[in-house]
């Protein structure tokens, strides 16, 4: 499966973004799909997380409550609603896509995304 990421962009602490998580080729409703962050020197980290029927989620600890991972099969498409925004939050994005469940390492995922940026301003 291939997967497009969008929607970074540069946003002032306390604001919200969301992004995007496109998908073609293979069935991208077969997939559980998770984002992932990168910051400059730090390795990458898990953010959230959700199974192929939605029914399940996970989440950092860092984005509970201030974020909202969520899916569209029928669209091919993943979201990641990021509200109260923080400067800690900037980071490159990545969506990725599991044949299995929910996992929260970036070694249970095969596919990846090319990533977004996304800046909060403080």
């Known amino acids: 499966v291939q997967l497009q990421a969008s929607g970074g962009g540069l946003v002032q602490a306390g604001g919200s973004l969301t992004l995007s998580c496109a998908g073609s080729?293979?069935?991208?409703?077969?997939?559980?799909m998770g984002w992932f962050r990168q910051a400059p020197g730090k390795e990458r980290e898990f953010v959230a997380g959700?199974?192929?029927?939605?029914?399940?989620?996970n989440y950092a600890d860092s984005a509970k409550g201030r974020f909202t991972i969520s899916r569209d099969n029928a669209k091919n498409t993943g979201y990641l609603r990021m509200d109260s925004l923080k400067p800690e939050d900037t980071a490159v994005y990545y969506c990725?896509?599991?044949?299995?469940?929910?996992?929260?390492?970036?070694?249970?995922?095969?596919?990846w995304g090319q990533g977004t940026q996304v800046t909060v301003s403080s």
């Open positions: 080729g293979r069935t991208f409703g077969n997939y559980a």
């Open positions: 959700i199974s192929w029927h939605s029914h399940r989620s």
């Open positions: 990725a896509a599991a044949p299995g469940g929910v996992g929260l390492e970036a070694y249970d995922y095969e596919y």
